[in-house]
């Protein structure tokens, strides 16, 4: 399986999804390493995408920001519930990654 080319990923949907999903896998399995697994798979799916279009400065940022929501919606958990925790976290990952990566990059339609 080939992965598509770095610079015509959409990396929003893949960091607010890396997120949600990751949380979600946690939740029903049980399991949270296996949560892990989703997140940071698609943290590194996305990072590829980041470094190739906007630079190694932005793609650290970016990723210090996704593992940085991650964090933050633990706690933040406690105060407004596990499910719209998840969904600032995942909506500002996103938001960041299309204005810093994506915005200005056009994807091809297949």
């Known amino acids: 399986m080939a ?15 890396g ?5 979600l896998i946690a939740r029903e399995t049980g399991i949270r390493p296996l949560g892990g697994v989703v997140l940071a798979a698609a943290g590194v ?9 906007s630079g190694p400065a932005a793609t650290a940022g970016l990723t210090a920001l996704y593992l940085g929501a ?8 406690k105060k407004i519930g596990a499910w719209p925790s998840v969904a600032v976290a995942a909506a500002v990952s996103g ?16």
Do not use: N
């Open 3 to 17: 992965l598509r080319d770095a610079t015509q990923v959409s990396t929003a949907p893949i960091a607010a999804l």
């Open 19 to 23: 997120l949600l999903g990751g949380y």
């Open 45 to 53: 799916y996305a990072g590829r995408s980041w470094l190739a279009k």
């Open 70 to 77: 991650f964090g933050a919606s633990h706690p933040l958990a």
């Open 95 to 110: 938001g960041a990654a299309y204005l810093l990566a994506d915005r200005g990059h056009t994807t091809p339609r297949d």
